[in-house]
Structures are given as structure tokens and as C-alpha cells.
């Protein structure tokens, strides 16, 4: 999965204690890395990391997001590579790029990190990769294995999976046992290469090489140039209206999306309710594809267009204490008139207790939620 931005070059191993200590290649997860040396001294990533680490369980959550200094200057001494390196190749790096405050990032999910959700040392999602490049020679997880806008290979043409073509279980390479190749199933031993292949949606490889050709820039929305990190917050935004509109398939939103010329027989509902990062490689694409779209119309385009519609504020869903300029002023285009405010303050019958209360919930949040209070 080449892109046209690298995370860190790699580097080799000097002076390393371990006797087959391998290279950290370019763009590899510190996991990846992990488990093609544990694998070529003929050990489980288990043991390997049990080694390095007494009494840590390594796998037991995600390894790839954070690890104490104090544990990475051990596998540079070990190794020999230098513990820089190792801290380059972690997924906490990468994120000063994604989000303006990587110190404040939450314990959960993460924006745009795609969720594997460990449990025991077993996991729910997988890491996702092109079958085609796993097969290949030097093959390892880059850490464009775990970002969100991932969904496809630009070298093949095809959609990255998550998940093994003949058992289904999640890639979970760190799960192999001593003497596995590290291209084929944890669990079935199938190789990765040998699942069915899907091809590739050209909007969703136009979002992705859009934002790889983009990170540490000043990306477009419209005419005005943005923070890379302001133009993801606006994707992501997009992402969730993309998604609440599919999952209430209302009249006006297909309207919407055919003006935009989204034709409608490629919306298809996702099944599960759950946020981008949660979803396999071709849900993400469906949603890309329709976000891609209405990020090249621009904001103008996109205002024009909802409030034709009739389209509420309450669809972009946001934090406004993180919210760009730009999205505040969405938001403020699509405000909803005053006369549907009118039509329920002047109805003749009053309102149960109950509805009065969730009246009062509801009006509450949307206060939260634009920032008056």
C-alpha cells in the first residue's frame, strides 16, 4: 500500500543483542515489527514480548497505540534499533498529524484510528491490508493499516480486508505460533492471498489519496485553504450526516444526495449503527465515496443544497469547542426557521408530563451542543 506520504523511513539494527534481529522497515507498526522478529527467532510474539517485558501482558490491548519509553529503550537495546525509531512507529506519533491535541486524546476510540477492540488478547477487528501486498516480499502492517481513510490499495486496485477469505477471524498476526509465515491466518493457517478480491470504489481511492497527498498541508474545502487537521474534523463531520441519512433513508436526504449527483442505488444502509472507525474496510468505503463527493462540491454547494431540502443544523453532528470556523458556519445556514418553533409553541393541546420532560432533555442537548452554554 504505497502512498505518496511516509510516516518514518525505518531503520536497521545496530550492535543487537538478539542474533536475527530484523529492520524496521518503512511505514511499519511497532507490532508488525515485533511480530517478524519474533517470528524469524522461531517464537510466538507471546514469548517474544514476555521476554523483553516480564510480567507485562503486551497483546492484552492495543500495542500499537502507546508504549512507555522505558519499554521501547528495552527492545532498542535488545534489537538494536534505535528507540526513536520504534517511538516513530507507534500510532501516538502519528496522531499529532490527525488531531490539534494528540495529549488529550481519549482512553476509547480514537478519530480516523480504526478500532480493533481487545479483550483477553483477542480482538473484535482486525489490522486490514491489500491481499495482493501481503503476499509479497518484506511484507508488514504499516501504520496506514490502522487509519480510517484506508479502504483501498492504489497498486491493485483493490479493497484492503480486515478479516481472513475462509474462516472470516480478524488479522490478528500477533496471534501466530512459531514457524507460521507471517502472510498466512492465525487461526486457519489459510494464506492471506487467497481470499476473494473486491475492486477498489474510485471516490474512496480519491478521498484517500487526496488526504494521504495532503497530510502536514493546506488542503482545499471549496475555495478556502485549510489545517489538515480542521479538513479532517470536516470529513469526519460529513461522514456521521452521511451516515445518519442512509440510516433514516428519508426523502429529502435521497433528494440531497441526488443533486449532488450521488446516485441513490449506491447508498446502502450499514448494518451496524457504529461509528466509522468500528466498521470493515468496505463499509468505510461506501461512506468515503459519498464524503468525497460532498467534500469536492464544497461548503456553498453543500448549504445550498440542504437548505432546499429543508435539511435541519441537528444533522451535523459536532463538538463545537473543537469545531472550525467553517463548520460553525454550516451550521449556521442550516439553523432551523423560526416558524417550526412557532408551530409548537402554538398548538392547542398541552403536553403530558413526560413528553414535556423529553422536550426539555432535547433541548438541552442541542444547547450543549452549539456551544450557547
Known sequence: MVTSYSWHPGAGPVNSIWPLSKPLLADELLTSWIVRM??????????????????????????????AENRLAVLSRL??????????????????????????????????????GCRGGHHSGGLQCCPDCIAQYNS??????????????????????DRCGRCLAPLQPEQLRAGAMFSDCHRCGAAL?????????????????YVDE??????????????????????????????????????AAGRFFESLGIPLESIQPIPL????EYLSPAERSVLLSIVW?????????????????????????FSPNSAPPVLLDLVAALRSPRHHLMSVVGREHTSSPAQTLRMWLRLKRKVRRRGIC
Not at 517470528?39 to 497483546?59: E, M, N, Q, Y
Not at 492471498?193 to 489519496?209: D, K, V
Not at 485553504?225 to 463531520?237: K, Y
Open 38 to 67: 519474533a517470528l524469524a527467532h522461531g517464537c510466538s510474539p507471546a514469548a517474544l514480548t514476555a521476554i523483553a517485558w516480564p510480567g507485562f501482558r503486551a497483546w492484552a490491548s492495543d500495542l500499537g497505540r502507546t508504549v
Open 79 to 116: 534489537s538494536g534499533v534505535p528507540c526513536a525509531s520504534l517511538q516513530f512507529a507507534t500510532l501516538g506519533h502519528a496522531m499529532s498529524s490527525i488531531v490539534h491535541r494528540p495529549d488529550r486524546l481519549p482512553r476509547g476510540n480514537w478519530p480516523w484510528l480504526t478500532v480493533l
Open 140 to 161: 508488514r502492517y504499516c501504520i496506514q493499516s490502522r487509519l480510517a481513510w484506508h479502504t483501498c490499495c492504489p497498486i491493485h486496485g483493490v479493497e484492503l480486508v
Open 193 to 209: 492471498s487467497g481470499g476473494a478480491r473486491s475492486p477498489a470504489a474510485e471516490a474512496a481511492l480519491a478521498f484517500q489519496r
Open 214 to 251: 495532503s497530510i502536514g498541508l493546506r488542503p482545499l474545502y471549496g475555495t478556502s485553504s485549510l489545517d489538515f487537521r480542521d479538513w479532517l474534523t470536516i470529513a469526519r463531520t460529513m461522514v456521521s450526516f452521511a451516515q445518519v441519512a442512509i440510516r433514516r433513508h428519508s426523502a
Open 273 to 276: 449503527g457504529l461509528p466509522l
Open 293 to 317: 463527493v460532498i467534500m469536492s462540491a464544497g461548503p456553498q454547494t453543500f448549504i445550498e443544497a440542504a437548505r432546499h431540502e429543508s435539511l435541519p443544523a441537528s444533522t451535523l453532528h
